[in-house]
């Protein structure tokens, strides 16, 4: 059983498509994260969603919209795709409070998204 | 979030220990250090944390200098799958985790 499981875990489209990437838990975790990384190997928080609220909202286009239907799903939506979004996307999780141990993230496998 | 300075890339010998170094001179009293790696083409994956005292997991030690302004990952028996990217962060909260771009260790048989 996959911890957190990200589909798709590739995804080539073309510029100006809308494509969405999915994110699941299983391991109870209150607290979902969506990073990027992109060529240069930065890994960079997106967003940040607690008990389905959103709690950290970086500067991303609002092309980004992420959507927490319950604590254990976390999907990212990108509208008008661009270039510059070809990145590797991953999902992440944690227990999002109770100390340090809250804090450790256990991250998915990735998706990597093309854009042509 | 404190900034952490890592070197760009080290080698080890298979065997050997694996001495990995992190300055976080701006660190803060209540933020801790988290150490993950990143084997090529995967998620990033936990390895240890702490605050101020030397911790030790199945999978390495860490060692947190006193005024806690740096720490040494260590990996007793370096194998080639330790191979990867190593990413120092410190942090207090679940709040805006960056990784820097960390220390790329490569295993030489």
């Known amino acids: 059983d996959t911890a957190v499981s990200q589909t798709p875990k590739y995804l080539v489209t073309q510029m100006g498509n809308d494509k969405s990437i999915k994110c699941e838990q299983n391991l109870g975790h209150d607290t979902m994260y969506w990073y990027k990384q992109d060529s240069k190997k930065f890994l960079k928080i997106m967003f940040s969603?607690?008990?389905?609220?959103?709690?950290i909202n970086e500067t991303v286009p609002n092309r980004f919209s992420p959507k927490s239907p319950d604590k254990a799903h976390l999907n990212l939506h990108i509208n008008s795709l661009e270039l510059g979004d070809s990145a590797v996307y991953f999902c992440a999780s944690s227990y999002g409070t109770g100390g340090a141990g809250a804090n450790v993230l256990t991250f998915g496998a990735g998706s990597r998204l093309t854009v042509l | 979030d404190a900034k952490t300075t890592q070197p760009t890339s080290m080698d080890c010998a298979e065997g050997r220990a694996a001495n990995l170094p992190c300055n976080h001179s701006?660190?803060?009293?209540?933020?801790?250090v988290y150490w993950y790696r990143q084997i090529h083409s995967q998620g990033p994956q936990y390895i240890i944390h702490g605050l101020k005292n030397n911790e030790t997991n199945e999978m390495a030690s860490l060692i947190i200098t006193e005024d806690r302004k740096s720490s040494t990952l260590i990996l007793p028996h370096a194998t080639l799958r330790d191979t990867a990217v190593y990413y120092c962060i410190c942090q207090k909260g679940y709040q805006k985790v960056t990784f820097g771009t960390g220390t790329k260790l490569q295993v030489i048989p």
């Open positions: 969603y607690n008990n389905k609220e959103l709690i």
């Open positions: 701006t660190i803060s009293g209540n933020e801790y």
